[in-house]
Every structure is written in C-alpha cells, then in structure tokens.
C-alpha cells in the first residue's frame, strides 16, 4: 500500500499553519534565482512571505488567500522569448499591491502595455549608481545610491498610468510605478546586500505601500503549531526518523510538545557518524530532552553491506536502501503507527516543486520510505520555515546551541569521506582524525571560522618515519570551506599553526597515519565532499 500524502490538505490548511498572521506577501516565482533570497529578506522584516510558482496560484486563490501585497520575482527568461512565462493579467485588477523586480519588472511594464527592449550583448551587470527621484518607494533612500542589476532586456517605454521614477546611466527606467494602482517595478536587485538601500526599498513597499504590521515572529508560529498538532494528532501514534541533524531534531522537539510521548523517534545508528556522535545523540534527546526515542544499533550490518564496495554512488544507494530496511523493521516492532513525521523545510518544498536540475550526487539518500509502509498522514511542521528559522525555534525548544548550529553532516556520513572500501579499521582512523581536527580548529578560534570542517581518509598510503622505524600509512587530508548556500564554496585560509597542530596531533596519536594534506581545492570545480 502506498503512502498517504495529505500535503494538499495541508496546504488548504492556512488557518492553524500560520494562523494568527494576518500580513502576508505573495512572492510569485519566475525562476529567478534570488527567489528565495526575497522571501528571506521579507522575513527579515518580521512580515511572513511565501513563494508560490506563477502558475499555481490563480487570481481567485490570491484573493482568498488575503496577501498584503505581491512580489514578482526575477527570472532567466526574456518577456517576448516563446513560452516565457506570464502572469494572468486578472492579478493587477485585485487591488492588491504589486512590486516586479528585474524580470518581474520588466513582465510588469510588458503586459501592461509598456515596452521592453534588449540592450544587444552589453546589458547592465554589477554594481550601478541609481538616481531616485522623490517617491514613497525610496523614502530614506538618498537621491543617488549604489543598486546591483543584472540584466539584459530593460523598460523602454513605462505602460500607461505608471512612471520612472529612478533612472541609471544605461537603464532609463531603473524603476517605475502607477500610485494609483499601487503597482511598481524595479529592474534592480533590492535583495542582493549590494544594492545599498535594498533592505530600506522592500520596508517601504512592505510597510508603507502594503501596510504590513511586521507581526510575524517564529515564537507565534511555534505555538500555532504546536496547538495545531496536538488538536490534529490527538490519540494518534506519530512516528519520526531522528538523525540528530537540525532539521529532524528541531521536528522532534515541537511534536514532543505537542503530543508528548505518541511521539516516537527512531534514531539509526549506521555506525558512519562522527566519534561519539550517536552516543551524544541517544544523550541529549532521551536523557537530556525527555524524548521517546529508540536507537537501533545497525553498525555491524552497515559494514557488512558495505564490504568491498568502492564506487561512491553504490555505497550512497546501499546506505539508503539499509536504513530503509532498519526503520522499517523498527517501524514494525512498534505495531500500527498513523503518522510519519518529516523534518522538510522550505527550501526543500521550494526546491521539490520546481524543475529537474543536473545532477551531479545523489543526494537526500536517506530520504526515501518502502512502500509497504503504511501510515494515515504525513506531518511537516517545519515546511514553511527557512534554515535560520528552524535553528531559532530549536533553541526556544531548548535544543542545546552545539546541536542547532552544528555544521552539516552529509546523510551518508562517513562512508563519503572514506575513499575506497569502508571497513572497521578505516573508520576508526577517520573517526579520530576528523575529531582531532574539529577540536583544533575550535580552539585555534580562527577569524574567519569555516561553514563545514572535516577530515577525509583518501585511499593512499605513503612512506613515513617514525623514530628508527619507516612505517606505511595512509594519507589523512583536511577540509574547510567557506560558503553562502554550499552550491558554491572557497577553501578557508585557515591559520597554519591550527593546521600544524592538527597534523602533528593526527600523526602522534593515530597509529596507521603517516601524512596529512590540506584541500585547497574550491567549489567548483570541486565539491564539498570527496565522493
Ligand atoms: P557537495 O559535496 O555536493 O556538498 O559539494 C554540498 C553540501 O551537501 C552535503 N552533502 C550531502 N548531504 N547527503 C546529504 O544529506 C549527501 O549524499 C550529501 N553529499 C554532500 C555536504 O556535506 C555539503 O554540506
């Protein structure tokens, strides 16, 4: 039998998901790539923002839903390019505010009637000096500031009713807008922290033109939530896959709130997690935190699957497959179970609902679920909520600090910074040597402190001395990145004493090491992890 998705049900459930808010911006989304950035930035200013694709909301929905005002986003396309996509006229006519950026902007001006010219190959890309006249879009902004465009096609002739009202040297209408219709257009970036007043444009269209509160906090969503579930759940068996990462940890947390100990958490011991790690998992949550948890030890099984596999992709696919097995053997021992709880957040619904991208890993392997499993329902609570929001509300559910803002541990653990065969030997010299390197760099409190910091233990082995004796180790190499969002990442400087101490401590006190090397290698053309 298959699953239940009531997503849908979940997505028409807007009076308990958020209810309480009543100041909300429509971020419609044409495939820009700062899409999620605008959302965050409406956040910031405590207003809620959704991002919802152009074509899934209609005009009636919009109306219903009450939105404060709409955001057009961005996106690759070219208005006139066949097939770019349009939004329904019938969206100006609500009466709702309306702010287009870039392509959004130009889409604005296109299909109200304005015009939109390619500018050849020479475009506008990059930092430029905006000249704004007198309006209540940039109020205190200063007549000339530093905006962040990046475009080809611009505004050529603003539609009728609207007017420029800020200009740049090759962009004669850098932005437009018709009063009375409350509909505005900016071929900048307002999002982007290069353009200089960006964060002040957005607060004038949320609060003076929208005439948002700023009311929303992740305090009152926590508590809409946790109502919501216990009324939804009440008498119902829930059952979560713990991994001790934030996402599932922070999950755990507000069901247990909610519904106490018909919350049962299994947490998958496979064994590739970092030294002492699942015991520190088992500790803060059962122990410390009071949850129901059961930890299934599947160490010797992961090692046995995972014998004399080498390629990275299968030792991914078996992982994923095994933990599968485990949970659901777990899941079965624990008798009728009515709801599967997950820890999806935001980016990830975003992510799932648009297009196919390369793929160049497989990730999420430990996301799928057997089909044999059967539950009523499927519970997200944290589904509307960016990254920085869960770690926030983690830490109001008195998850400890080292937990929430823990670095990112990919799901198939060590097994992919282990090149080459994974055995028992093997893991134990990682499991130290990543240990030793975390401590170092910790105390070592480098200025710029990496966004992820690792060991790996690369598959070659070379001649080393130690006192009278040659010995034949293996190569233990350190990673640290800096990065945004992970998609993209430069090697950390960091300072070389951490890196000395690191190396000498790895080879002194981890027998079957002989040498340690340091990635300097940055995304891309590399990736964050080995395999
Ligand atoms: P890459 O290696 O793709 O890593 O540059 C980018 C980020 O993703 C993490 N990562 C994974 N996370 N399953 C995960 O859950 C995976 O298979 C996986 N592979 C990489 C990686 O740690 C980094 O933060």
Redesign the pocket.
Known sequence: MRLFYLLKEWENSFTWRIGGIMDRILVLDFGGQYDQLIARRVREQQVYAEIIPYDRISPQQIREASYSGIIFTGGPNSVYAPGSPHYDPAILDLGIPVLGICYGDQLLSYMAGGEVSGAGDAGEYGKVILHASEHILFQDVPEESVCWMSHRDSVSRVPKGFRTIAETQNCPSAAMADDIRKLYGVQFHPEVTHTEYGRQILRNFLFRICSCRGDWKVEDYAQTMISGCRDQLKGKRVLLALSGGVDSSVTAMLLKEAIGDDLVCVFVDHGLLRKNEAESVVRTFRDELGLNLICADARERFLKRLSGVNDPERK?RIIGEEFIRVFEEEAEKLGHIDVLAQGTIYPDVIESGKGDSAV???????GGLPESMTFDQIVEPLRDLFKDEVRSLGILLGIPKELVFRQ?????GLA?RILGEITGEKLRILKDADAIFREEVLSGEPQQMPD?YFAVLTDSRSVGVMGDSRTYGYTVALRAVSTDD?MT?QWTRIPYEVLEKASSRITNEISGVSRVVYDISS?PPA???WE
């Open positions: 991914r160049i890993k497989s990730h999420h392997n430990v990112p541990f990919p799901g198939p992919v992820q992970f990442a995304k990736t964050v992890e």
